[in-house]
């Protein structure tokens, strides 16, 4: 018998008859022997509406009532669900954030999950229950309701699998698997069969849609494997876990796109100790997540930094810089580009197979694709590119890889 943590995202319950389809595999993975947590988020569209009906008072509600407000969403999920096993004839029980224990710690919207003390949630399924518990959702250590912010709900089962021990953990979603690019992108896009956690988070913080980078993370952290498949069939999915030695034969494993980019550059610093500090440590203030960063000293002796960050924190980039620069030096300015997008290669192959920029440059060229800024990791390299290229420039990398073909 295993224990399996199974997460169903807002679209698996998006409907009273989609409801009945997750009930009735829950029931299926507990009639082949095994015991079920399954984790759940709001019904689509529901986050969206209650978002909405905040904002009938005003573009910033309170962010504690919004956490308040929106963690309600999971609970008319997990209630639903359970009423839909108890109707197939499973016993279950739906587990609040609070219930199953989830610590969390941060800015309310933002939570950060901290510990699971999972005391209820053993002994509930010491009893024969399958378990429907609250993504997104958490409490501050003075018991207040904080949810997690985007990704919530995946985050909220790997961290429920790695506290109850789970053997392995299933995102269930509307796809079917991870794939070498976006299928609606690269129709010639091959399903993978595994992929390493650190792959696995070069994709997913490079723009990759299937799981939030938070998640990957924790799984890593806690050696949480975890399997990406269907709600919809039975196809087996994506495993993700640690590396091992045959994967490197696999030189590219992955091509990932991340739109809405924004490239902020900063000139006129002085060369010194510090500067970088001072100008990144406004940003983090702020809460603003910088991607990648460039700096160089210009031809006239003074240093320049370049980042770039989602085109929707520009305007709070600008406000936290200006105090710091007029600080600085009155020859600092900010010059801004939005309209930029950024394509990502990933595979630990690259640690043992070289050329691999240079095929990826080649392709871009040859498809008259310009380059901006170039970030590279052990396991990544990144391009900015005009928005309006980035599906051209992700079908020729992929093409010029071959990644449509399965490794030899």
Not at 348 to 376: K, P, Q
Request: one cysteine or more; glycine letters at 10%.
């Amino acid at each position: 018998m295993a224990l399996i943590v199974q997460k169903y995202g807002g679209t698996s319950v998006g409907t009273i008859d989609r409801i009945r389809n997750v009930a009735a595999r829950i029931k299926r993975t507990r009639d082949e022997g095994n015991q079920v947590v399954a984790v759940v988020s709001a019904m689509s569209g529901v986050t969206d509406k209650l978002i909405g009906m905040a904002k009938e008072f005003g573009e910033n509600p309170a962010e504690r009532e919004m956490d308040v407000l929106l963690a309600t969403g999971e609970q008319q999920s997990i209630a639903l669900v359970s009423m839909a096993l108890h109707e197939a004839g499973v016993e279950a029980v739906s587990v609040t954030g609070r219930q199953a224990g989830i610590l969390t710690s941060g800015s309310h919207t933002r939570g950060r999950i901290e510990d699971i003390k999972p005391d209820f949630m053993r002994r509930s399924l010491d009893e024969g229950k399958a378990l429907v518990v609250a993504g997104f959702q958490g409490t501050t250590p003075d018991g207040m309701i904080h949810t997690l912010g985007r990704g919530g709900s995946d985050l909220t089962a790997i961290a429920v699998a790695a506290a109850v021990k789970a053997d392995i953990c299933q995102i269930l979603t509307d796809v079917d698997g991870v794939y070498t690019c976006d299928p609606r992108i690269v129709p010639n896009a091959r399903k993978l069969p595994e992929i390493s956690y650190d792959e696995m988070l070069e994709l997913a913080s490079s723009g990759a849609k299937v799981m939030q980078s938070r998640s990957v993370e924790f799984a890593k952290k806690y050696g949480v494997v975890f399997e990406v498949r269907s709600s919809l069939n039975d196809n087996p999915g994506t495993l993700v876990l640690e590396e091992h030695p045959a994967m490197e034969n696999v030189v590219i494993r992955g091509v990932s796109i991340e739109r809405s980019q924004a490239r902020v550059t900063i000139i006129g610093i002085p060369d010194e100790p510090g500067m970088s500090g001072k100008i990144l440590a406004a940003l983090g203030d702020a809460e603003i997540n910088l991607d990648m960063i460039v700096s160089n000293i210009a031809h006239d002796g003074m240093a320049r930094h370049s980042f770039t960050m989602h085109s929707n924190d520009l305007g709070r980039a600008q406000a936290a810089l200006k105090p710091v620069l007029a600080e600085i030096s009155p020859l600092a300015k900010v010059e801004t580009e939005a309209g930029i997008a950024k394509l990502s290669c990933v595979g630990i192959g690259m640690r043992s197979h070289s050329g691999v920029a240079a095929t990826m440059f080649r392709s871009l060229g040859e498809a008259g694709i310009n380059i901006g800024m170039i970030s590279t990791s052990e396991i990544k390299i990144a391009v900015t590119v005009d928005e309006t290229r980035i599906e051209d420039a992700a079908r020729a990398v992929h093409d010029a890889f071959q990644l449509d073909k399965a490794p030899a």
